[in-house]
């Protein structure tokens, strides 16, 4: 069975509601939405995909404190420890920087969450899964 971690925190109004479309098929979706859940998870599980937000919390701030572009450092920690489970950046930011350093850490896909279906969103990362 496909594993996926979704790392996203805006867990009702978008994660609920695109997650459906991959379970519809058999896919096994986690969720994290914090950078310090993410890594939990990874300690104990194997995943063959990660769709990771770029604005998240990092789960050690107080819920008020929010820094933007957590997600590139959850990335550059995961590509530290090694982790080789392809990355599927999916967010809002369309900075031009960020996204040139996404794909330098080997981000195999990134896609702007305003404007994808949750078809779409799960056609992409078919095309990740099937390019390991």
Same mark, same amino acid.
């Given at each position: 069975m496909t594993s996926i971690l979704w790392i996203e925190?805006?867990?009702?109004? @978008?994660?609920?509601p695109m997650m459906h479309e991959f379970l519809k098929v058999g896919y096994k979706v986690? /969720?994290?939405t914090n950078k310090k859940e993410a890594l939990n998870l990874l300690?104990?599980?194997s995943f063959d995909l990660i769709i990771l937000d770029i604005l998240l919390?990092?789960?050690?701030?107080q819920p008020s404190e929010f820094r933007q572009f957590v997600g590139?450092? @959850?990335l550059e920690e995961l590509v530290a420890r090694g982790i080789k489970?392809?990355?599927?950046?999916? /967010?809002?930011?369309?900075?031009?920087?960020?996204?040139?350093k996404a794909n330098k850490l080997g981000v195999k896909d990134?896609?702007?969450k305003g404007h994808i279906t949750p078809r779409e969103l799960k056609d992409y990362a078919d095309r990740c899964l099937n390019a390991r």
């Open positions: 925190d805006d867990v009702y109004s @978008l994660f609920e986690s /969720s994290a300690e104990n599980n919390p990092s789960g050690d701030a590139m450092d @959850l489970t392809p990355v599927m950046i999916f /967010s809002i930011v369309t900075d031009k920087e960020i996204i040139e990134f896609i702007n």
